[in-house]
């Protein structure tokens, strides 16, 4: 069983950054590829980044790519989204997960979810 808490959500001006925490409490953090995704209101949730288990490989949605970082630190137990040049479509709840095995875009691969944290990007 793994409980994963996000944090690092708020309020933040087009253009600005936000970063993004998701604390993990049980058993082998450092075996779990960890997933970000969003959910817009009226929208379904959709991927926007991912991480292996050793942070070697990741991977990005397109309309992230270059503006948002994935990174972990395996001895706090934490994955971390940097998020710069935010855009009003950044606006989201945004969601971590992981899974015990290769990072994977599908939000069905992933076994245990965070409860969520608002992001909200005004224009």
């Known amino acids: 069983q793994v409980q994963l808490v996000e944090s690092g959500g708020g309020l933040v001006q087009a253009g600005g950054s936000l970063r993004l925490s998701c604390a993990a409490s049980?058993?082998?953090?450092?075996?779990?590829?960890m997933g970000w995704f969003r959910q817009a209101p009226g929208k379904e949730r959709e991927f926007v980044a991912a991480i292996s288990w050793n942070g070697l490989s990741t991977d990005y949605a397109d309309s992230v790519k270059g503006r948002f970082t994935a990174s972990r630190d395996n001895a706090k137990s934490t994955v971390y989204l940097q998020m710069n040049s935010l855009k009003p479509e950044d606006t989201a709840v945004y969601y971590c997960a992981s899974r015990l095995a290769l990072i994977s875009r599908a939000r069905g691969a992933y076994n245990y979810w965070g409860q969520g944290t608002q992001v909200t990007v005004s224009s």
């Open positions: 049980g058993r082998a953090f450092s075996s779990y590829a």
